[in-house]
């Protein structure tokens, strides 16, 4: 099993930024991708941003050129720089880790609250 802690959510106002931090007890060893997902109210859960275990990323073409997502492999962190953002980037975001074998895992979530 893996444990994944997520920080870094909170409340603010448009054109604002913040920083999510994810951390999986998974310290040291290789995997296949972390990222995160997010959902928002009366939405389904929705990719935002992965990074591969070699630093290949993927993005959401709604949060391309606001976000960044970065990885320390070998701590098994994953980080998401938010900029600009916008109302509708208010939702709860998860971290998600994807094992080599294909098992993927989910944290509990963490709220970002944009104001306009």
């Known amino acids: 099993q893996v444990q994944l802690a997520e920080s870094g959510g909170g409340l603010v106002q448009a054109g604002g930024s913040l920083r999510l931090t994810c951390t999986s007890s998974?310290?040291?060893?290789?995997?296949?991708?972390m990222g995160w997902y997010r959902q928002g109210p009366g939405k389904q859960r929705e990719l935002v941003a992965t990074v591969t275990y070699n630093g290949v990323t993927n993005y959401a073409d709604s949060v391309r050129g606001r976000f960044t997502v970065a990885g320390d492999s070998a701590k098994a962190t994953v980080f998401l720089q938010m900029e600009t953002l916008k109302p509708e980037d208010t939702a709860v975001y998860y971290c998600t880790y994807k094992s080599l074998y294909g098992y993927e895992y989910w944290g509990q979530g963490t709220q970002v609250t944009v104001s306009a």
């Open positions: 998974r310290n040291g060893v290789r995997f296949n991708s």
